[in-house]
């Protein structure tokens, strides 16, 4: 999906996503597990929450001790975060055009936001955020696991466009590690009971000092 696409379809659901999924984190153990080690291996400094949603990912961080700015693509979702997390930071922005400087953040959590890029554009979204990151800096990738695409026309119960690029494990490694990060640990975990069809996938790198 094209952004404006992407953004249109978040601002549709905006509420309804954030009344789903803001507490989704305490039914996921392996996900807090993940959250938890990227934590405490991040080096000191500033933490992007890519596709921040409604901010439930970056309030866990937070709460770890992280000082985190949620980035979203749609400014209805970033209302809705600001309004649950009042005190924290949200910007509108797009993962393919980061509006910080080089090197300038400390930690990039992508948790099932790169879905929404085309397979092809990947590469240059992983390019993004290795320039934004600090050498030493830390990059969590969580996705949702298979090969091609889900496409929808009913997205959470409305009338919008809804699509996801799935990926293999291996696939998504190898892209992380072509990129130039060091691929630290890979998973993958079955989907809990509550969640849509597909399995998911974990990537946690670092952007190596040079």
């Known amino acids: 999906m094209e952004p404006d696409a992407i953004r249109s379809s978040y601002d549709v659901v905006a509420e309804t996503y954030a009344g789903k999924f803001f507490d989704e984190l ?3 153990p392996f996900d807090r597990e993940w959250l938890g080690q990227f934590a405490r291996g991040c080096p000191h400094g500033r933490v992007l929450d890519i596709g921040c949603g409604p901010g439930h990912v ?3 961080l937070m709460d770890l001790g992280l000082d985190v700015i949620g980035v979203d693509l749609s400014p209805a979702m970033i209302d809705v975060a ?6 924290m ?3 509108v922005g797009d993962m393919k055009r980061l509006d910080h400087d080089d090197g300038s953040v400390a930690g990039i959590v992508a948790f099932y936001s790169l879905i929404h890029i085309a397979r092809a554009d990947v590469p240059d ?11 030493g800096g830390k990059l969590l990738i969580a996705v949702h696991g ?3 695409e889900i496409t929808s026309d009913d997205f959470l119960g409305h009338q919008t466009r809804f699509a996801a690029t799935l990926f293999e494990k291996d696939e998504l490694a190898r892209l992380i590690g072509d990129t130039g990060f060091t691929v630290d640990q890979t ?15 974990y990537i946690a790198a670092t952007h190596e000092v040079a």
């Open 187 to 201: 998973a993958e975990r079955e989907r809990y009971e509550f969640e849509t069809h597909t399995p998911r996938i």
């Open 58 to 60: 970056g309030r866990f």
């Open 26 to 28: 305490s039914r996921k």
């Open 89 to 91: 930071t949200f910007e």
């Open 82 to 87: 600001r309004r649950l997390n009042p005190e």
């Open 125 to 135: 979204v992983l390019t993004e955020f290795m320039r934004a990151l600090m050498p």
């Open 146 to 148: 298979g090969t091609g």
